[in-house]
């Protein structure tokens, strides 16, 4: 088993880099790969030269930083919550970051990217914070079931005041969109750097839980037993969890379904155990965002689709097939 | 749980929590009140003493604007009743609180094609039947990936449901923008500009489906317990579990065909309805009722709050929906 996870570990990491050596050089614009090259060491004022070093390496910095975030984040979210269900989307993170832009935009006239990134990071943490302190006051406690109750009950309030805002005031629409539909594309570099700190802390926090969290999927009792303090544990999963999923969507907008399908795509590689499982969901994550964006730029040319768009279509047929796996799910 | 039990024949018997009749009767008394303050309310302001005399054919001056205002009310009791009893099968079958028709693809599976069709421009008459045949498809390809229970139920519906988002987004973003428009606006669902055919298609539907919710309801009370138990007592654990998704994808299906996705409805209802009722499983009489209480409320609001901009059902729903069901949850600590 050791041997396989190594392996596996190797080829992920792999892919990635591939991943990553591919968005710098599949484009909508076919750049030949000698004009890439040299972009990369020596850029000049070129027109492919400008391309490359003002898109292509912006979005593919955020594509890394958001792939591997929201990777880990469903994996902190599903162990934390005991729910392979758990997502940013059901758990509301991801349109408390909208309700964060959109408040950005009509009550503090925020019109640049990098300005919404904080109120997005924000709305993010409010909500996800409020999501785990509303489920911990109900008569159940954090149970998965009240957890994922709170939270789709707190998305849809937050979608519906969004929408709603949309709807009457077509001038923020106009700005919100810009935010909401960019995915990876037309974000500069600033908005990468502005988050990367709370993806940085994020990370570190799931580092520190990943033992914690092992002893918490034996059981509560089992893991007071075992001398693992869960009060810590808790929080530092949830807080990484929701810094990591505020700083994705924020950054590239809400992007559905990595978060939900990579965790579980990592356990059907390498098994639960969390620092396996958190070491191979960031370069699975960063394939699978970065590959998705890939394809959306050049499948159909010349218009984009969004990666999130990509994600939806690839990952769901392999999630339906790792569904029917009976020790992966239980029912 | 206190229960009465009812003997109308030698051979028939069936249970009534008392704590859930009396939840029907007040959800009941206060559908009676939103449908006469949703007939009261609207550009024109109607005394609640004209609607009255309007109902009974007294003659008054409101008769117009009361009979205007009808039809989209009832159908907004006959949708969001459906949706109501949908989520509260789904949700009671799967024993997940998560299981409604727009999380596990059925409203995704309508909207793609739905948008398929508007963008395609074919006419607007076989919009309804491929809307369901898009639902009832999503539904099946849920069901035979994972099996009608629990957890492995809703993740095959939601990855079904987010793969047909995803599509139905390459369709509009391909799709002339006017198209494109048209078919978002189906998709988020409203009942403006609807009335009477589509009340009567959605309730013919439960019409039909009552007998099977009959039995389900009582069904449902073994589901409670563990599949091995049901199975001692002589329960047929798989076919009644298949009866009943079905049973709620239907009904689903075809309120969403009819009016686009009404969010959140399927969700809430049944367990507003189940904690109303302080019962164990989302109870499907209370649960209807408390999707058309809920559904007729939103409406009223979508259509007056911001008038003359109208705002579709579904965030109304959600805006009402979900602070309630967040202070349902809260409260029920001690």
Known sequence: ?331 | MTRLVVRPAAAVSFTLHRRGLLAGAGLIVAIVVAVLASLSIGSTFVQPGDVVRAIFDIPTWAEKVVELRTPRIVLALVVGAALGLAGALLQGVSRNPLASPDVIGVSQGAGLAASIVIVAGAPIAVLPPLALLGGLGAAAVVLLFGSVRGNRFVLAGIAVAVALRALTEIVIVGAAPVDGQRAQVWIVGTLAGWGYDEALVVAIVIAVLTPVLFWAGRALDTSALSDDVARAIGVRVGPRRLVMAVSGVILAAFATAQVGAVDFVALAAPQIARRLAKAERPPLFCAALTGALLTVVADTAARTLFAPTQLPVGVLTAALGGPYLIWLLVRGKR
């Not at chain 1, 392996?7 to 990553?20: E, K, M």
């Not at chain 1, 955020?62 to 940013?88: E, I, Y």
């Not at chain 1, 600033?190 to 990943?210: K, R």
């Open chain 1, 1 to 331: 088993m050791g041997w396989r996870r190594v392996l596996v570990l190797v080829g992920a990491s792999v892919s990635a880099v591939l991943a990553v050596l591919a968005s710098l050089a599949v484009g909508n614009l076919g750049i030949p790969l000698g004009d890439v090259w040299r972009a990369l060491v020596s850029p000049d004022d070129s027109a492919h030269s400008l391309i490359v070093q003002t898109q292509r390496i912006p979005r593919t910095l955020l594509g890394v930083a958001a792939g591997a975030a929201l990777a880990v984040a469903g994996v902190l979210m599903q162990s934390l919550t005991r729910n392979p269900l758990a997502d940013p989307r059901i758990m509301g993170v991801s349109s408390g970051a909208s309700l964060g832009v959109v408040i950005a935009i009509t009550l503090f006239g925020v019109d640049t990217l990098p300005g919404y990134v904080w109120f997005g990071v924000f709305g993010a943490f409010v909500t996800g914070m409020l999501v785990y302190t509303l489920a911990a006051r109900t008569r159940t406690g954090s149970s998965p079931v009240t957890l994922a109750l709170v939270g789709a009950a707190l998305d849809a309030s937050f979608s519906a005041v969004v929408v709603a805002v949309l709807t009457l005031d077509a001038q923020t629409f106009e700005q919100y969109r810009f935010w909401v539909i960019g995915s990876l594309a037309g974000r500069p570099a600033d908005v990468t750097f502005t988050v990367l700190p709370f993806i940085v802390a994020g990370l570190l926090l799931a580092v520190i839980s990943a033992r914690g969290l092992d002893a918490l999927a034996l059981g509560e009792e089992v893991a007071v037993g075992l001398g693992s303090r869960i009060a810590v544990t808790r929080f530092g999963a949830a807080a990484g969890s929701v810094l990591l999923t505020g700083a994705a969507v924020a950054a590239a907008g809400p992007i559905g379904f990595v978060g939900l399908a990579v965790p579980h795509f990592a356990r059907a590689l390498v098994g639960s155990d969390h620092r396996w499982l958190l070491a191979v969901s960031v370069p699975l994550g960063i394939v699978f965002l970065l590959g998705a964006d890939v394809i959306g730029r050049v499948i159909l040319l010349p218009d984009e689709v969004r990666a999130g768009v990509i994600t939806a279509v690839l990952g769901a047929p392999i999630l339906l097939l790792l569904v029917r796996r009976p020790r992966l799910v239980t029912a």
